[in-house]
């Protein structure tokens, strides 16, 4: 590999292999590039063995991305050896090996938002059914305790003395011990257990940190105490610890992310190397003067001096529009005049939005204006109930013990286990301490089960004990699942809700993604098993599309619609900011106590530093609140940006002129022929 592409601060990070390292940049400074380049470096010029090496970052589109960018530095079979993974994805590896030791067992659940709220719901109701508090704010700040290391008996000190700070208090131990019984854990024990798991089993540790001699984390400045922790840890024995990340891209405060942690870390690792890198090679110089002067106007910020020798390029523009839709229209118009007469691809495009309300519109009128797209975020294919009511079948086939998913599928579709027989086999299993799939097993001899209800709950067992066996058997996963649905009637069950056609037919469609996605994964994977499949759905990013829409395989070349958080990392020659408003950004939660003002204009600083041609930011006049017209107001951080890198432009304007169209039709056609 040669260093010829790196700039000679970044060659000095590439070159500093021993000890700990800080790399501490603006944005488009080339850090990631760095981690890249210092893994090949290690592998092709220091000799280190690929197993040796972990590098760790947020997202698993990251996580992929600085795969591939290795696999083209050593060549694809020495990068697949490297551990290049997400803070969760190399927990639950961990986990899988060692969470024996912990008392659980190997084949454990990861329970995603959902069924951690119907525990949560659960207990709540067993403690005072009306009390009236959320499940989602009592996991909101159990959440928060595990982010911070907080094992339920140290939760009592750290908890404010209001309704729902007691209640969780009240949970959570409760919690705990039916994840522990269910052979379960949450997202969050994924890191808390490694934890643990590292702290009471020193052997179990210093394996682990015999094995990583280097490793490196991306996007430092969000991780948690949780994760700081873990990392620390696991580079004890030879220190050779690089980090990267910039104080300005911190966007997480609000899931416990502690910028303390990059700022200290000549604390954390004495004698730790400092590097900065000054030039950006991303952005055109009016592009980084708008981010550079927004970002100044935060106050407790490591000062960086972020220069580019590219050109001024093109001003931002400014686009005031009418509503939502004129807004998405204002942003198709420029997308298809940029494809039509500047022959960029669609993929060129993104769009950044600050909620997930704004992205409907968008979704809308980008179909309807038949422009290809994807969408990364929104309502995740694996959070919809038909695709969560079929999972919830193969998840309880792997975990026996998974009661939230046994209560979910015991009488779905519906089989004639009513909830008086439920709620006798949930008591039968309270007071015998015994696992509710034990209980039910033996049902037939409960009292007060009648024959009918008995021979219900003896087709359910007997259903589930063979596909049990199929699925163990090995192979056929896809056909196995899809035996599955069809024997308990899942697509007749769909068909009786009262819905539109057209809806219904989409759910059935996504359960039958589910069976696609499977072959899928069986195509791909050496030794495909469920629960490897389960896993790989568990740990699906909260902000990646699960199953790839029809139109994304259609279409490879598509328009990115994300939100502002999930853009981190990436870049595109042409980024639209829709609603540059106050409310949207900074956000109007921003005023309460979780998010804060200085996060938003971090927020805008990552979304403005995505762009590498061309910006555009949008506003609105109004738009539909509870149906009716709400005015709006611009962002506080327009008045931020100097007035000499931007321009208003006019809302229309880009009329497509005869023959565009076709045009940029052809091209699309030639493009997904493979021209
Ligand atoms: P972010 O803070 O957004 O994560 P980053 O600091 O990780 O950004 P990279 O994504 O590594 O930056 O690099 C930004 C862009 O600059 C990439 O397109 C990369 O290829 C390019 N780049 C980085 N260093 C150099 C260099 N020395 N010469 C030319 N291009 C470079
Ligand atoms: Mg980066």
């Known amino acids: 590999m040669s260093l010829t592409s790196l700039n000679s601060q970044q060659c000095e990070a590439v070159l500093h292999t021993e000890g700990p390292l800080l790399l501490l940049a603006g944005a488009g400074s080339g850090k990631t590039k760095v981690v890249t380049h210092r893994v090949a470096h290690l ?52 986990l899988r090996t060692d969470i024996e030791t912990l008392g659980y067992k190997s ?18 109701n067993n403690i005072d059914p009306a009390s009236g508090i959320p499940a989602d704010a009592v996991l909101w700040k159990i959440s928060d305790a595990k982010n911070r290391l907080l094992p339920p008996e140290k939760f009592g000190s750290f908890m404010a003395g209001d309704l729902v700070g007691a209640m969780a208090r009240a949970v959570y131990p409760e919690y705990q011990k039916s994840l522990k019984s269910y052979n379960a854990i949450d997202f969050d024990d994924l890191i808390m257990l490694v934890v643990r798991l590292f702290t009471e089993f020193p052997a179990v540790e210093a394996r682990y940190q015999e094995r990583f001699r280097y490793i490196m984390v991306d996007e430092y400045q969000d991780t948690n105490l949780a994760q700081f922790t873990l990392m620390r840890r696991l580079a004890g024995k030879w220190g050779n610890f690089c980090v990267v990340g910039d104080d300005d891209q911190s966007i997480y405060g609000w899931r416990g992310a502690d910028p303390g942690n990059i700022l200290d870390f000549e604390k954390h690792f004495p004698g730790a190397h400092v590097i900065k890198l000054e030039q950006n ?11 550079n002067t927004v970002i ?21 523009g400014v686009v005031r529009c009418i509503d939502a839709e004129d807004e998405a229209r204002a942003v198709i118009e420029r997308i298809r005049h940029n494809v039509g007469r500047k022959r960029m691809a669609y993929r060129d495009h993104a769009i950044l939005l600050r909620t997930n309300a704004q992205t409907l519109v968008f979704e809308q009128e980008l179909r309807f204006a038949e422009v290809p797209y994807v969408l990364i975020g929104g309502q995740q294919f694996f959070d919809r109930k038909e695709v969560k009511d079929a999972i919830a079948y193969l998840r309880f086939i792997v975990n026996p013990y998974d009661e939230v998913n046994l209560l979910r599928i015991l009488n ?110 069986e195509g791909r994977v050496g030794q495909p098993t469920l629960s490897g499949f389960l896993e790989k759905v568990a740990l ?32 595109f020659p042409h980024v639209f900011m829709p609603g540059f408003e106050e409310g949207f950004l900074p956000h109007r939660k921003s005023v309460s106590d979780v998010f804060d003002v200085d996060e938003e204009r971090r927020l805008c ?56 169209e076709q045009a940029s039709l052809s091209d699309l056609f030639a493009r997904l022929m493979g021209e």
């Open 605 to 660: 600083y990552v979304g403005i530093t995505r762009a590498r041609e061309k910006l555009t930011l949008l506003h609105a006049d109004a738009r539909m609140k509870y149906g009716k017209a709400e005015p709006r107001e611009t962002s506080r951080f327009l008045a931020e940006i100097p007035e000499e890198v931007r321009r208003e432009e006019a809302r229309a304007g880009f009329q497509l002129v005869e023959g565009d």
């Open 107 to 124: 084949n454990f659940s990861i329970y995603g938002t959902s069924d951690q709220q119907r525990l949560i719901k659960d207990l709540i």
């Open 281 to 291: 090679y991303r952005s055109t110089a009016h592009i980084l003067k708008a981010a």
């Open 412 to 521: 779905y579709p519906r089989r004639g286990i009513g909830r008086t027989t439920a709620d006798l086999l949930i008591r039968a299993s309270i007071a015998g301490r015994e696992p509710l799939w034990q209980v039910i097993r033996k049902a037939r001899l409960l009292e007060g089960v009648n024959a009918k209800a008995a021979d219900a709950v003896g087709g359910f067992v007997a259903l589930i004990e063979e596909r049990r066996r199929g699925f163990r058997a090995g192979g056929r996963l896809a056909a196995t699942a899809m035996e599955l649905f069809a024997t308990i009637g899942l697509e007749a069950e769909l068909r009786r809700e009262p819905d539109s056609r057209e809806r219904i037919e989409r759910r059935i469609e996504n359960v039958q993604e589910i069976v696609n996605a499977l072959a899928t994964y």
């Open 296 to 316: 100044r106007h935060n106050n407790k910020r490591k000062e960086k001096a972020l220069w580019t020798a590219g050109v001024a390029g093109e001003k931002l």
């Open 540 to 571: 699906l990013d909260r902000d990646e599309p699960g199953s790839e829409s029809k139109e994304k395989k259609l279409a490879q070349d598509a328009v990115v619609l994300m939100s502002l958080h999930s853009s981190k990392g990436l870049e």
């Open 43 to 94: 592998v092709g010029a220091r000799g280190v063995e690929p197993e040796q090496i972990l590098a760790v970052t947020f997202t698993n589109k990251a996580a992929r991305e600085m795969q591939e960018r290795i696999a083209g530095l050593v060549g694809r079979s020495k990068a697949e050896r490297i551990q290049v993974s997400t803070f969760h994805s190399l927990c639950c590896r961990i």
